[in-house]
Structures are given as structure tokens and as C-alpha cells.
């Protein structure tokens, strides 16, 4: 991952809607007054994020065909993005999976780092959880009310005593990656800090920081043991892997690997790990030793996201080369579908938990969720303007989440499952 300094830069320049809204101020359309868009407004012809075309200078198609033009991908890699082409799989688009719900406005989703987009989390079809500038915010779509769960643009320290626990605790941290899960939440910060709470409890339970000076957290994932019990994996820009045992949160394992890592992804039976970063390949490791079992060769640039398919037998990682590889663990040698973005990177991969559906995330403007039993041969792209912070389905397969980072139009965006899909 690049270094800190480049926190809000590379894909970041240049893309807020900003023809948009100084268009939308011209016509008097001022940010404070735009209004929820529901699944009813949308059905007759409103824009789902509630950009007032009628009122542009510009259609919504020639403004679509200009970002499609003019983004440029953030490549540590030159042209990796232009090598993929001949190996992707030619995908039928026009399905509809998921169906739009709701717009939220109230919601406003941040990023601090453009290459990490890990910050939405769905706990159930009604509950989500995000950030937002210095705080994690739950939002319910019951209520349709927001909550702050956790501050850390002040001081934070742990309420409970655990060996390793920081007790001093941490001020003003610029949260890179988080996690939650059931009731337990885990954030991870640009110096290192670990930050673990246990969600209806007051106070934080855990506060931990890595002492290397290149130890940006890049990813928390929290997970169940075979056994049952609750840990996490933090990948960290310092090459480091570490589990934690959220009950005692003590470190269990510390795997080091020859680059940074950006991403790893833990098999549904523990076995294997999933380990991607600052190098075109990535790697499957043994979870319970570190060591490599085969390297993964077919990306060509540095690589953000990985997940696995419930069935343990196939996964999926994401590159800045703009593609999706997916890879089955019966055969590694090449990847069995190859998935090619509109835009940019693919930065965040998400499975359903019943493995119907498979979701990835560019950078800006599109979301594609494939039929896995079609052999992600037919997908519904969802088409929309802003940066991604973040995606998640719920537990239950019933909702899909979309964090969407724009100063005018950033919103969170609400889908629900199909329940006849022809």
C-alpha cells in the first residue's frame, strides 16, 4: 500500500462530482435540502441518488460517457491496467438481483486512504455500520436513525485490563480498515492502532499499536475458529499477518511475508489463508503455520481485496490491473473466471453467505454483483457517481449495502434481494 502521505491522494484527485454541484448551486439546489430517494421515487424515473439532470447543463449519459473517458486508475504498476483484456471472461449484463431501496442522505461515508475501501458492514438486513470522518456510525433502517458507536477524533483508551492492552490508549486516529461482526467491532489505524469494542457496551475493550513505523493496518476481519470462538486477522503494511483471540485478545499468530499486506482472507474451515499485497501475486498460505502452499500468478498489478466462496473451495481476489480473479484451490495454476472492471481497481469482493452471489467494487461509480451458479457469466451492474467506501450483503443475503463518498451526493445506498429471479 502506498504511504501514509498519499493518504487522500492518487485516485481521490479530481473525482468529486464537482461540474455537478456547482451546476446544482447555479439552479439554487443546495446539498442541505436534497431530500432521501425511496424505491417509489426511484420506480418513476428519479434519480436514485437525487441529481437533478432536469436542472444540468449536462445528461446523465454524456456525464457517465466523460467519467468513463476521463478517470484515470491508480496503478503502482504503469499500464497494468491495459494487459488484462485478452484473458477476461465476456460477462451478459442486465440482470437484477438486488433491487433499489433507499437512498440515504443522512449517512455521510469518508475515506481516509483511496486504496482501502473496507468500511461498510452490514450485521443484519436493518444494521450498518460505517465511517464517517472521525466516528463509526450504526445506522438502522428501521428506525431510520443514526447512531455514533465509537469517537476517536479525541482520546480513546481501554475501560478493561488485558496483558498487551494499551492503557494509555490513543489520540485523534485516522481509522484505515474496520470490521464488525455480531457484537464485536475492530478498527485499525494508520499508525498501527488496534481498536476492539464490544458493540452494546460502553467503552472500548482492547488497544493495541504496532510498533513499526510503516504499520498501517489495511485490513480487519473478524472471524469464528472452528472450535467457535471469536478472532481476527489484521494485515498491515509492515508485511505482517496477526491473529487475535477476541475473548483474551492475545496475539495467537504473527506470520511475515516479502511484501506488505494489503488483504488475507481466512477458508471457512480455518485451513487456508488468502494473502494479497503490494505484489502481483498473491499467495495461499497454511493458516495454522504461515507457509506458502502455492503462489497465485495471473494479476499484474498490487492487490486490495480477497474473500472466499462458503463452499471453501473457491475465492476471489482484486486488483489494480481493474480485474477480478477467481481461483479454485483444486486447481491454482490459472484462475477459472476473469472479471474486468469499467473503470479502475477492484477494491472490495464480497460473497453471500448462501454463495448465490458474488459482489466487487471499483473505486468510483460501479458495483457488479455476478451469478456464481451461471459461472459469473451474467451480472447486474450498479451504476451510480461517487467514491465507494465500502460494500456489504447482511448475514441474511436480504440486503445489499453501498457506501458512496461525495460532498454533495455521498449517501448510503440500500438494495434489497430479489425473491424470483428469472
Same mark, same amino acid.
Given at each position: 500500500?502506498? $504511504?501514509?502521505?498519499?493518504? +487522500? $491522494? $492518487?485516485?481521490?484527485?479530481?473525482?468529486?462530482?464537482?461540474?455537478?454541484?456547482?451546476?446544482a448551486?447555479e439552479?439554487?439546489?443546495?446539498?442541505?435540502?436534497?431530500?432521501?430517494?425511496?424505491?417509489?421515487?426511484?420506480?418513476?424515473?428519479?434519480?436514485?441518488?437525487?441529481?437533478? =439532470?432536469?436542472r444540468?447543463?449536462?445528461?446523465?449519459?454524456?456525464?457517465?460517457q466523460?467519467?468513463?473517458?476521463?478517470?484515470? #486508475?491508480?496503478? %503502482?504498476?504503469?499500464?497494468?491496467?491495459? &494487459?488484462?483484456?485478452?484473458?477476461? #471472461?465476456?460477462? !451478459?449484463?442486465g440482470?437484477?438481483?438486488?433491487?433499489?431501496?433507499?437512498?440515504?442522505?443522512?449517512?455521510?461515508?469518508?475515506?481516509?486512504?483511496?486504496?482501502?475501501?473496507?468500511?461498510?458492514?452490514?450485521?443484519?438486513?436493518?444494521?450498518?455500520?460505517?465511517?464517517?470522518?472521525?466516528?463509526v456510525?450504526? =445506522?438502522?433502517? @428501521?428506525?431510520?436513525?443514526?447512531?455514533?458507536?465509537? #469517537?476517536?477524533?479525541?482520546?480513546?483508551?481501554?475501560?478493561?485490563?488485558?496483558?498487551?492492552?494499551?492503557?494509555?490508549?490513543?489520540?485523534?486516529t485516522?481509522?484505515?480498515? @474496520?470490521?464488525?461482526?455480531?457484537?464485536?467491532? +475492530?478498527?485499525?489505524g494508520?499508525?498501527?492502532?488496534?481498536?476492539?469494542?464490544?458493540?452494546?457496551?460502553?467503552?472500548?475493550?482492547?488497544?493495541?499499536?504496532?510498533?513499526?513505523?510503516?504499520?498501517?493496518? %489495511?485490513?480487519?476481519e473478524?472471524?469464528?475458529?472452528?472450535?467457535?470462538?471469536?478472532?481476527?486477522?489484521?494485515?498491515?503494511?509492515?508485511?505482517? *499477518?496477526?491473529?487475535f483471540?477476541?475473548?483474551?485478545?492475545?496475539?495467537?499468530?504473527?506470520?511475515? /511475508?516479502? =511484501?506488505?499486506?494489503?488483504?488475507?482472507?481466512?477458508?471457512?474451515?480455518g485451513?487456508?489463508?488468502?494473502?494479497?499485497?503490494? #505484489?502481483?501475486?498473491?499467495?495461499?498460505?497454511?493458516?495454522?503455520?504461515?507457509?506458502?502452499?502455492?503462489?497465485?500468478?495471473?494479476?499484474?498489478?498490487?492487490?486490495?481485496a480477497?474473500?472466499?466462496?462458503?463452499?471453501? *473451495?473457491?475465492?476471489?481476489?482484486?486488483?489494480?490491473?481493474?480485474?477480478?480473479? +477467481?481461483?479454485?484451490?483444486? %486447481?491454482?495454476?490459472?484462475? +477459472?473466471?476473469?472479471?474486468? &472492471? %469499467?473503470?479502475?481497481?477492484?477494491?472490495?469482493?464480497?460473497?453471500?453467505?448462501?454463495?448465490?452471489?458474488?459482489?466487487?467494487?471499483?473505486?468510483?461509480?460501479?458495483?457488479?454483483?455476478?451469478?456464481?451458479?451461471s459461472?459469473?457469466?451474467?451480472?447486474?451492474?450498479?451504476? /451510480?457517481?461517487? !467514491?465507494?467506501?465500502?460494500?456489504?450483503?447482511?448475514?441474511?443475503?436480504?440486503?445489499?449495502?453501498?457506501?458512496?463518498r461525495?460532498?454533495?451526493?455521498?449517501? @448510503?445506498?440500500?438494495?434489497?434481494?430479489?425473491?424470483?429471479?428469472?
Amino acid at each position: 500500500m502506498e $504511504g501514509v502521505h498519499d493518504d +487522500v $491522494g $492518487g485516485e481521490f484527485r479530481g473525482r468529486e462530482l464537482a461540474s455537478l454541484e456547482s451546476d446544482a448551486h447555479e439552479s439554487d439546489y443546495v446539498n442541505s435540502e436534497l431530500d432521501d430517494t425511496t424505491d417509489a421515487q426511484a420506480s418513476r424515473g428519479q434519480d436514485i441518488q437525487g441529481i437533478p =439532470w432536469d436542472r444540468l447543463s449536462i445528461t446523465r449519459e454524456k456525464y457517465r460517457q466523460t467519467r468513463l473517458e476521463q478517470y484515470k #486508475n491508480y496503478e %503502482n504498476i504503469p499500464h497494468s491496467g491495459e &494487459g488484462t483484456g485478452k484473458d477476461c #471472461n465476456i460477462t !451478459e449484463k442486465g440482470s437484477l438481483y438486488y433491487e433499489f431501496q433507499c437512498n440515504t442522505r443522512s449517512v455521510k461515508p469518508t475515506i481516509l486512504h483511496f486504496q482501502l475501501r473496507n468500511l461498510v458492514w452490514a450485521t443484519s438486513k436493518h444494521d450498518v455500520y460505517l465511517m464517517s470522518n472521525f466516528s463509526v456510525i450504526h =445506522w438502522s433502517s @428501521l428506525s431510520c436513525t443514526t447512531s455514533e458507536i465509537l #469517537n476517536v477524533s479525541g482520546h480513546v483508551a481501554p475501560s478493561e485490563k488485558h496483558p498487551g492492552s494499551l492503557l494509555e490508549g490513543f489520540t485523534q486516529t485516522k481509522v484505515s480498515s @474496520l470490521a464488525v461482526k455480531d457484537k464485536l467491532l +475492530v478498527a485499525g489505524g494508520f499508525k498501527g492502532e488496534l481498536i476492539c469494542k464490544h458493540l452494546g457496551q460502553p467503552g472500548v475493550s482492547f488497544c493495541s499499536r504496532t510498533t513499526d513505523d510503516n504499520a498501517v493496518k %489495511n485490513a480487519v476481519e473478524i472471524y469464528d475458529n472452528p472450535s467457535g470462538a471469536a478472532h481476527f486477522t489484521a494485515s498491515s503494511n509492515d508485511c505482517g *499477518v496477526r491473529d487475535f483471540d477476541m475473548e483474551t485478545f492475545q496475539l495467537s499468530k504473527h506470520f511475515r /511475508f516479502p =511484501w506488505p499486506a494489503n488483504h488475507t482472507s481466512l477458508s471457512p474451515d480455518g485451513k487456508l489463508l488468502v494473502v494479497v499485497g503490494d #505484489n502481483p501475486d498473491g499467495m495461499l498460505v497454511d493458516a495454522q503455520n504461515g507457509k506458502t502452499l502455492t503462489p497465485l500468478c495471473g494479476h499484474l498489478d498490487f492487490s486490495f481485496a480477497s474473500a472466499w466462496h462458503p463452499d471453501g *473451495v473457491t475465492f476471489a481476489t482484486g486488483n489494480q490491473d481493474k480485474t477480478c480473479r +477467481v481461483w479454485d484451490v483444486r %486447481n491454482l495454476s490459472r484462475s +477459472v473466471a476473469v472479471l474486468k &472492471g %469499467n473503470l479502475g481497481a477492484i477494491r472490495s469482493i464480497r460473497y453471500t453467505s448462501d454463495g448465490q452471489y458474488m459482489m466487487m467494487a471499483e473505486p468510483v461509480d460501479f458495483v457488479h454483483v455476478y451469478d456464481v451458479k451461471s459461472g459469473y457469466e451474467k451480472e447486474q451492474e450498479i451504476d /451510480f457517481f461517487g !467514491e465507494i467506501s465500502g460494500i456489504s450483503f447482511s448475514p441474511d443475503t436480504e440486503s445489499l449495502f453501498i457506501g458512496v463518498r461525495d460532498l454533495t451526493y455521498g449517501c @448510503l445506498l440500500e438494495y434489497g434481494r430479489q425473491k424470483c429471479v428469472a
